[in-house]
């Protein structure tokens, strides 16, 4: 990765880490040879098994029923919920299909057990040990492969994951916490694509995984939006963290879903590049509104992205241009003070 655009003598620079990331190949992930799904609709009048993996946006924190009281580990079949998983599944059933929920839903997991360990070696801004080992309820408590992957039944015919959040989090936290100790440009900026590239591969391994025990499954991913654009990216707090936060999730849009999409054939509904993902109403009000979690509408406007992709014949392809890729802006505002976590429940 070429840093000589950084300014000599100055600190790291987020918002050049996120240029270098988005305009570079670097960290692009190598997946398998084949699809692991075939993009075909599903079927008009079917028993329908629908397993959805993710962390606290699959419980639907925020949503004015969850799927979990307090939204911890969800329900798996969410009786009553009004989060985009059970929003999912009513959309399955409304053709008559007789849909089976499993909600594997873990709030605060991260993809793999290598961003987990990240995670939980630099304690969150805010905490009363922050950037040292996360202990107490600061701890990162589960991933996607280790704590989900083994709960699927085997027999799934529509699968959806949805993550990064809080990998992003983890990452950007772990970022911050080298920069605070005074990590060069160059050490922090390889620490980012590192860990995208790390994101990649579990996805891969995920992805690949689910096809070995659910072969009949549909896989379809919502990419992440620019986390630098969504409303609790706006308080003060994290203005300096913008450019971070959007090297990182701009970053694996770019280097894992994008791919995932054009060349092996995964379903991804683009919440990247729709302007619902960064609307103050999709967010607020809601029973535990945050700025970071979606409320009703907005969960009600992933499933519809969802919903759409796992029925298209033909999944529309996420956009490789936006302005939603970019919006941390240009300006050489370097990471500096203190960053709260943005999704840590």
């Known amino acids: ?100 929920l499993n909600d594997l839903g873990i709030s605060g997991a991260v993809i793999g057990p290598d961003i987990l360990a990240v995670g939980n070696s630099y304690g969150s801004q805010g905490s009363s040990a922050p950037c040292k080992p996360r202990t107490g309820s600061d701890v990162i408590p589960a991933d996607f492969i280790t704590n989900e992957l083994p709960q699927l039944t085997g027999g799934e015919t529509v699968v959806t994951i949805f993550a990064g959040g809080n990998d992003t989090n983890a990452i950007v936290n772990a970022a911050a916490c080298q920069i605070a100790g005074g990590a060069s440009q160059a050490v922090v900026s390889q620490f980012v694509t590192t860990e995208i590239t790390a994101f990649g591969n579990d996805f891969r391994n995920l992805a690949l995984a689910i096809h070995t025990k659910s072969p009949n499954a549909k896989i379809v991913i919502a990419n992440l939006p620019n986390f630098a654009g969504i409303p609790i990216a706006q308080q003060p707090a994290l203005a300096s963290a913008k450019p971070l936060l959007q090297a990182v999730s701009v970053g694996i849009d770019t280097n894992v879903y994008q791919p995932a999409a054009t060349t092996f054939g995964i379903p991804v509904a683009d919440l990247l590049c729709n302007p619902a993902s960064y609307a103050s109403a999709d967010f607020f009000p809601g029973p535990l509104a945050d700025g970071f979690h979606p409320n009703d509408t907005g969960y009600a406007a992933l499933a519809a992205a969802l919903f759409a992709q796992i029925t298209a014949a033909t999944p529309t392809l996420p956009l490789t241009s936006c302005p939603q890729r970019t919006l941390a802006g240009s300006a050489r505002a370097p990471l500096a003070g203190a960053i709260p976590a943005f999704d840590r429940r």
């Open 1 to 100: 990765m070429n840093l000589a655009v950084f300014e000599r003598g100055a600190k790291a620079s987020a918002l050049l880490v996120a240029l270098a990331l988005v305009a570079c190949g670097d960290g692009t992930v190598v997946l398998p040879a084949r699809p692991v799904a075939t993009p075909v609709p599903v079927p008009a009048a079917s028993a329908v098994r629908y397993t959805a993996i993710g962390a606290s946006d699959a419980v639907g924190y925020n949503a004015s029923v969850p799927c979990a009281n307090p939204p911890l580990v969800a329900v798996p079949t969410c009786p009553g919920g009004t989060g985009y998983v059970p929003d999912v599944a009513k959309s399955l059933g409304a053709n008559g299909a007789s849909v089976t």
